[in-house]
């Protein structure tokens, strides 16, 4: 399993920026697909973002698409998440995932992922 850890959460005021980023151990961390969840508060986990094995296949969900913008170096073993113009609805607590199976996009729900980070709170004020 590869096992991962976020961090680069914060406080930013709406409009602004962060970058999170997702470090990642295990020999196994190349094959698999990686995958951003949000969970807000009494909501459930919600997929963000996902890179490929490769990383150049991308997806995203509607509600980030053209604001965030995922990617992966395997040689650091590492994915990031770039989040920009964000807003106060993007608040939540951001986990990063491992992904075994082939990819498709039906298949990106948290019940599907292998192994998960501890999430790095992201607090957007309006």
């Known amino acids: 399993q590869v096992q991962l850890v976020e961090s680069g959460g914060g406080l930013v005021q709406a409009g602004g920026s962060l970058r999170l980023s997702c470090a990642a151990s295990?020999?196994?961390?190349?094959?698999?697909?990686i995958l951003w969840f949000h969970q807000a508060p009494g909501k459930e986990r919600e997929f963000v973002a996902a890179v490929s094995l490769s990383g150049l296949r991308t997806y995203y969900s509607d509600s980030i698409k053209g604001r965030f913008t995922i990617s992966r170096d395997n040689a650091k073993n590492a994915v990031s998440l770039r989040m920009n113009s964000l807003k106060s609805e993007d608040t939540a607590v951001y986990y990063c995932?491992?992904?075994?199976?082939?990819?498709?996009?039906?298949?990106?729900?948290?019940?599907?992922?292998?192994?998960w980070g501890q999430g790095t709170q992201v607090t957007v004020s309006s």
């Open positions: 995932a491992a992904y075994s199976g082939t990819w498709d996009t039906a298949a990106f729900n948290w019940r599907n992922m292998e192994s």
């Open positions: 295990g020999r196994t961390f190349s094959s698999r697909a």
